[in-house]
């Protein structure tokens, strides 16, 4: 974590975002809910499986520099995402143990820090920063700013800058100045607090630089309203359509015939199939299937009435990832 320190004080540059990048991990969905209804999504836009045993999230606290770090743990296979959940899920959780909301618990792949005392990662507020980074401390992505100027008064983040909001205080006119994106007692206006947040499809590749100068919500993040949890599990990234070199990915996987007529094709390959998924051309998942280690000439017939070009992914048992545009007529 000295690494993650030096960073903290030493790099405070450009934002590196590099269009089309699609090299590693990223966080893809931010849910800060109510109660303890918070979740972390992260997505691997490669054409390979990743080891998440390399890689931590770590979590800076009101503006601070303190890292609080969890290790993850598993297998992320390619365009696929893992949810990481708050750990509290006794039904009869009361205050701070109150228990996660069922259909947030139903999205998650793993729950992680059910004591603060122990691990205090996963107990992110809206004024938190959020990092993914390898255990070596080299930071993969960044939610937020690390440090300065966010103070445990704020709020938040939003997407307004340098405007005087008046509101009513207690039944007093008050005037606020939005200064550096930063909400202080306008918490409806924050972005990062009480909200769920989504990752641009543009979105290729994480921040690796603390944001220069500001964190501006609206730049990489959508926003839905708090406690949405519809969208956890599944990420749409112009990785998973562009870039792909249908060539390269795995070359003992063939898909045919191209075009696709009444929705069959076929797959032969020599290795063991463990899924088929078809994506539209803009990324959403419009249809997958389980193929229970099926192996050679694989017959599948689609489910609705495809017409168009679509992408089919093959997942094979080994890891390896075949992905083939076909036009459906």
């Keep these: 974590m000295k690494k993650s320190l030096l960073f903290i004080f030493a790099i405070f540059f450009t934002v590196a975002m590099v269009a089309q990048e699609c090299s590693d991990l990223f966080i893809s969905e931010y849910v800060e809910g109510s109660g303890n209804n918070k979740a972390i999504e992260i997505y691997n836009p490669t054409n390979e499986p990743?080891?998440?045993?390399?890689?931590?999230?770590?979590?800076?606290?009101?503006?601070?520099?303190?890292?609080?770090?969890?290790?993850?743990?598993?297998?992320?296979?390619?365009?696929?995402?893992?949810?990481?959940?708050?750990?509290?899920?006794?039904?009869?959780g009361t205050g701070y143990e109150q228990p996660v909301d069922s259909a947030l618990q139903m999205k998650a792949d793993t729950f992680l820090c059910p004591v603060y005392e122990v691990n205090r990662?996963?107990?992110?507020?809206?004024?938190?920063?959020?990092?993914?980074?390898?255990?070596d401390g080299t930071i993969v992505d960044i939610f937020g700013k690390v440090g300065p100027p966010m103070t445990k008064d704020d709020n938040g983040w939003g997407n307004l800058n340098d405007t005087t909001i008046t509101y009513n205080s207690g039944g007093v006119p008050t005037e606020y100045t939005i200064q550096n994106y930063i909400v202080g007692p306008l918490f409806w206006l924050s972005w990062t607090k009480d909200n769920t947040l989504i990752r641009k499809p543009g979105v290729s590749a994480g921040v690796k630089s603390n944001p220069d100068p500001y964190f501006v919500v609206d730049m990489q993040w959508d926003s839905l309203p708090k406690n949405t949890f519809d969208s956890l599990g599944f990420h749409h990234c112009d990785c998973t359509t562009f870039g792909i070199n249908e060539n390269n990915v795995s070359s003992n996987i063939h898909v045919y015939p191209n075009p696709v007529i009444n929705g069959k094709f076929f797959i032969e390959t020599d290795e063991v199939v463990e899924s088929i998924e078809i994506f539209d051309i803009t990324g959403r998942l419009v249809e997958t299937k389980e193929m229970d280690g099926r192996l050679e000439n694989i017959q599948f017939r689609t489910?609705?009435?495809?017409?168009?070009?679509?992408?089919?992914?093959?997942?094979?048992?080994?890891?390896?990832?075949?992905?083939?545009?076909?036009?459906?007529k």
């Design 303 to 328: 489910t609705g009435n495809l017409s168009g070009l679509y992408l089919v992914k093959v997942q094979l048992s080994s890891g390896k990832v075949g992905t083939k545009k076909l036009l459906f």
């Design 121 to 135: 990662m996963m107990y992110f507020n809206g004024n938190d920063a959020v990092t993914l980074e390898k255990t």
């Design 50 to 92: 990743i080891d998440m045993g390399n890689y931590q999230l770590v979590r800076y606290s009101n503006g601070g520099t303190v890292p609080y770090a969890v290790g993850l743990a598993g297998i992320i296979q390619s365009k696929t995402t893992y949810v990481v959940v708050l750990d509290k899920r006794d039904p009869n």
